[in-house]
């Protein structure tokens, strides 16, 4: 059983950056992050592929969030930059067991509790 574990939520100013991290316990393939604005449903924001040679994003935080990955720690992390107050989120990592990076909640096997992110204008 694979376990993920957020960290590095918080609250930033608009314009402000932060970077999350999720480590996992277990082997795992392609990493993604999802978000779940609040009242809204949980939606696609970035994914990696197991040799981190294929990314794929959202078009809400293409060109501002970066996902990458470091095998050796097992640990993917999420770049965000410019952050705007609508990337107000909880932020949720997943894996699935696929080699290449997926978008689609359901493709996904695993998932950690979330960190919340909150961006104030």
């Known amino acids: 059983q694979v376990q993920l574990v957020e960290s590095g939520g918080g609250l930033v100013q608009a314009g402000g950056s932060l970077r999350l991290s999720c480590a996992a316990s277990g082997r795992t393939f392609s990493r993604g992050w999802f978000r779940q604005p609040p009242g809204k449903e949980r939606e696609f924001v970035a994914a990696?592929?197991?040799?981190?040679?294929?990314?794929r994003y959202a078009d809400s935080v293409k060109g501002r969030f970066t996902i990458s990955r470091d095998n050796a720690k097992n640990t993917v992390y999420l770049q965000m930059n410019s952050l705007k107050p609508e990337d107000t989120a909880s932020y949720y990592c997943?894996?699935?067991?696929?080699?290449?990076?997926?978008?689609?909640?359901?493709?996904?096997?695993?998932w950690g509790q979330g960190t919340q992110v909150t961006v104030s204008s």
């Open positions: 990696i592929s197991w040799r981190g040679d294929s990314r």
């Open positions: 997943a894996a699935a067991n696929n080699p290449f990076p997926v978008t689609k909640f359901a493709e996904y096997d695993y």
